[in-house]
């Protein structure tokens, strides 16, 4: 009987115990927020980088790529002293270089007296496609601003911030200026830092207070002419091309000047900043990657002299400096920055791509 | 019935498609190599740290944590140009903070012109506990020098190496001297460094040539009586306490005490460094938690100085300054250090230890 009551009671005071107390919380839809980040609407799903049924032909995984929110961010204010998130994601699967954070959580920032600083992620439930996460609480009264970035590498299908029931939320305006544009590979996409706002472009946003736009595609950063028809329709004041580990060399040699010149002709007197990655990490070992990058490099080089001998005007080549540093430490896996490489990296190339963004009255 | 002849020849092909073609390899049981960062046999399971059976009046969540590998790694030589392993692992849960390569993971180094050069990770199969992995290939020929580092947070049950039927593997002796005994908290246990070889003591021995060991307890480094009395029994050169961020300020208060004086009449003329966390990056925003960490660390220094008092010999502090960094960049989650965050850990914390062992007589 004593047991009886003793369950019973338990019971009753279950819905107390369980975080969290969602009585005392109110929910808005992330979409009815300012996203920052996007190069253009994407009908289908706000979350998405690119209309893939615009541009639908495309290769396949590009697409899929495309899908995923990498470099995309909320911004709002609140005066909540408590900020949650639920959100779902297509569940792609689990890469073995990424934190399940970085893949499919959240990480958000709020703007302090040092700037923006990271206050909390939104870490996933592993092996669900539902999460729901407490981001920051105990916060100091009054209104802060915030950066939410979504997840690096999934797709993302809903998304609401969660405040204190008596707490107001409101949309903000982007903090950034201008469009800069960064077409690349896996190491643009965020492959391997440790949470979104790690990503290169999202750093360098911070950094300098212009909208690094993040068109990182995982291994498939190739240089396809569809891409290249695609991008003409992107409003950017630059582009950076930080694509040339992904295509074979000779892909490089076939693909570089279609790309370069779609863009020159649709966004004339725009700079367009191409940037060598030369060697990887394991072609500190591994022979035939060593040749490779060689190969690559030269294909990628050899692309840019010929449209500079051939009078395209506005276009930038950074070259690599050991940029994400000597000591090899700087890569989780050979090929991918983490995120020492990912600060190194920061360092060399965004004080050589402002002085260009200069030249052109983007400051 | 051409479909039928598609499918028998699709068959017989498929064991020449599958990698690795095992035909071509020999594996060896890692055992039989040396394993390098051990304080203590344990009989059960030689990929433990510590041998839970015999100190089984530890609590149960230390004792779970001391049979993972972390700080584990196999030294050995080979000419082999290819290295893979097969390893499994007992499937701990998925944790959100770190990436699947760290947690259950492998972390190849060879030593180069360079000293000790990351070349290849295991990646861990997903969802599984069996994991097959070609950890190198490619490489130049001669005979050279490996250290794979082991799981950070996993059990790991078996591990064979593989090189090619021709090659020849042997074990290596331990390139560290001395013992350097690390005992604390998830930071020190390696959350969340990318991979294993970036957690800070498999730095530090890299860079210094010492054997640090490590005895991080993700989330239990509370300096339990049961704990100090185990490491009565550790041979080491110095001990080492990170474990601030753990306890509670009345646990610290209460049992820091009893963990000095055990291991300094225990090991007398040994030093003992006391290490510091002040501000949990999360702390900067969440006011409960920066009251915590000021209650803790005012707790420790307490401590500290009431042992220099009572006359206690060979103890130092080594005060937290900043140490991850001051752009709040250096954390994945408030809480652990990323690979950015330990980099600068490291470049803080190491010479202060070294100055310290080098007046022991530890060079």
Redesign the interface.
Known sequence: MKRGILFIALCCLMPLLVWPANKNLKYVEASSLTLVGKAMPTPANVYHRVDVEKYSDMPKHVKNLFTYSAGLAVSFKTNSPTVVARWTTEGK?????????AQR?LDLY?Y?D?GW?????G??T??KTEHECCL?????SGEHRFLLYLPLFDEITSLEIGVDSAAVITAEPSPFRHTILIYGSSILHGA?A??AG?AYPA?MARNTGFNFVNFGLSGSGKMEPAVANMLKDVRADAFVLDCMPNPLPEEITERTQYLVKTIREHHPGVPIILVETFMR??G??????HERCIRQSEAFIEQYELLKKEGVKDIYLIRDNHAIGT???G????THP??????RLVRQYQPQIMKILKRYGIR
């Open positions: 699967r689990v890469m073995g270089n990424m934190t399940p954070i959580g709020m302090s040092d600083m990271p206050v909390g992620v870490t996933p592993a092996g920051v609480k105990n916060l100091k391997s440790s949470r790690l750093r990490e394991d500190y070992s591994d022979q035939q990657m000591d090899h430490e890569s989780i896996d050979g983490n995120d020492l490489g990912f600060d």
